[in-house]
């Protein structure tokens, strides 16, 4: 018998993929019976503002106050954001990033 995944909403699939780690996926089944969303960071390595940067798949921002960045993704694009105090993680492959006012009082670590 096929077990069913039940979604929280109409507009949710009735599909699912179970990764394994990462670059790999596998159909959910008796085997594989609850999906994984996302592989644990595994490494961490400093990001240095107004250097180039090897992407990865998360930047994590530690700041003492509020300032602003402008980072670059892989691709090119730019994204100026506001850093607040604390910790924030995102989901981002960052090639770059400016430093602006404020965000000297911040720590910056790319996570794969």
């Known amino acids: 018998m096929t077990s069913s995944i039940a979604s929280p909403a109409r507009y949710v699939t009735q599909t699912a993929i179970a990764f394994a780690k990462a670059g790999s996926a596998r159909p959910v089944d008796d085997d594989n019976p609850l999906p994984i969303g996302e ?7 400093a990001a240095i503002p107004d250097t180039a940067l090897d992407p990865g ?3 994590m921002i530690v700041a003492t106050g509020p300032g602003q960045v402008v980072i670059e993704l892989a691709n090119g694009g730019t994204v100026a954001l506001p850093v607040t105090a604390g910790v924030t993680l995102l989901p981002f492959a960052v090639a770059a990033i400016t430093a602006l006012d404020g965000a000297e009082r911040a720590v910056f670590t790319l996570l794969d």
């Open 57 to 59: 798949r998360a930047l």
């Open 39 to 45: 592989v644990s960071y595994s490494h961490a390595r």
